[in-house]
C-alpha cells in the first residue's frame, strides 16, 4: 500500500525567507502531483513531476523529484504573504488514483 | 464548462437519509474521480470511472455509497442512510488519460453535514 508523507505539517514563516517542504513516498510511482487548496476552496493543480531529476518552476515555487528517494521537494523563495495555503503533495498508484499526503499549512507572515 | 462543477455546494441532511451528489466533469475529459476530505481522515480516494471500462470501486468505505456516470459524462455519487461520519467535502476531479501528465482538475467541492 503506498504511504504518502509531508513535512512540516504547519509552517510558520516571515516574508522574504526561503523553505522547503519535503513528500515522502513508499513505493514506486510514475507521477506525482503539488496541489495548492486556500481555505474553503477546492485544489488547484501547480506542478507534475514525471521522471527522476524533474524539476518545474512557477514564480517563487521549485519543486523537484528524486524518484531513487522516493522525495519530492518544494521549494519557496523570497515567500509573500500571498503563498499562504495548504499545500498537499499526491502520487500516483495504480489506475490513475491519488494517494495525498496529509498537507502542509503554510502561513506567511508580514 | 470551464472547470469541474460540483451541486449542490452545501447539504445539510439527518442521520439516515439519503443524498446524492452530482458532479460535472470538464468535457471531454475521460476520467472521472470522487474524492472525501476530512478532518481526521485527510484526502481520500473513493472511486474512479474511466470510459467505459468498469469503475474501481476500491475507495468506497461502506456498501452504502454508490456512484454512476451515464453517458460517460455526469456522475452521481449516492450515500444510502447517512452517518455522521460521512460528514466531509466530497470533492470530484477530471482529466484526460492518455496525456502527457494526466493532470487530475478538481472541482469546489460538496460540504456534506449531517446531523
Known amino acids: 500500500e503506498l504511504k504518502v508523507e509531508q513535512n512540516p505539517l504547519f509552517l510558520s514563516m516571515q516574508e522574504g525567507k526561503n523553505y522547503t517542504i519535503y513528500c515522502n513516498y513508499s513505493?514506486?510511482?510514475?507521477?506525482l502531483y503539488w496541489y495548492r487548496q486556500d481555505p474553503g476552496k477546492s485544489l488547484e493543480s501547480l506542478f507534475v513531476?514525471?521522471?527522476?531529476?524533474a524539476v518545474k518552476q512557477e514564480g517563487r515555487l521549485m519543486a523537484s523529484l528524486d524518484t531513487k528517494a522516493r522525495l519530492s521537494t518544494l521549494h519557496i523563495t523570497a515567500a509573500v504573504h500571498d503563498l499562504s495555503a495548504t499545500y498537499f503533495c499526491?502520487?500516483?498508484?495504480?489506475?490513475?488514483?491519488?494517494?495525498f499526503g496529509a498537507g502542509t499549512i503554510l502561513r506567511v507572515k508580514s | 464548462g470551464a472547470g469541474v462543477s460540483q451541486s449542490p455546494s452545501n447539504k445539510v441532511t439527518e442521520k439516515g437519509k439519503d443524498v446524492e451528489l452530482r458532479c460535472d466533469p470538464i468535457?471531454?475529459?475521460?476520467?472521472l474521480y470522487w474524492y472525501r476530505q476530512s478532518l481526521g481522515q485527510g484526502l481520500e480516494f473513493l472511486i474512479y470511472?474511466?470510459?467505459?471500462?468498469?469503475?474501481?470501486k476500491s475507495g468506497l468505505p461502506s456498501d452504502r455509497f454508490s456512484a454512476e456516470r451515464t453517458g460517460g459524462s455526469v456522475s452521481t455519487l449516492t450515500i444510502q442512510r447517512t452517518q455522521q461520519e460521512d460528514s466531509a467535502v466530497y470533492l470530484c476531479?477530471?482529466?484526460?488519460?492518455?496525456?502527457?501528465?494526466?493532470?487530475?482538475?478538481f472541482g469546489p467541492g460538496t460540504r456534506l453535514t449531517v446531523l
Open positions: 476531479a477530471s482529466s484526460l488519460v492518455g496525456t502527457h501528465t494526466d493532470t487530475q482538475y
Open positions: 513505493t514506486t510511482s510514475d507521477r
Open positions: 513531476l514525471l521522471s527522476n531529476g
Open positions: 499526491a502520487v500516483e498508484e495504480y489506475g490513475n488514483k491519488l494517494v
Open positions: 468535457s471531454g475529459h475521460t476520467a
Open positions: 470511472f474511466q470510459g467505459n471500462s468498469a469503475p474501481d
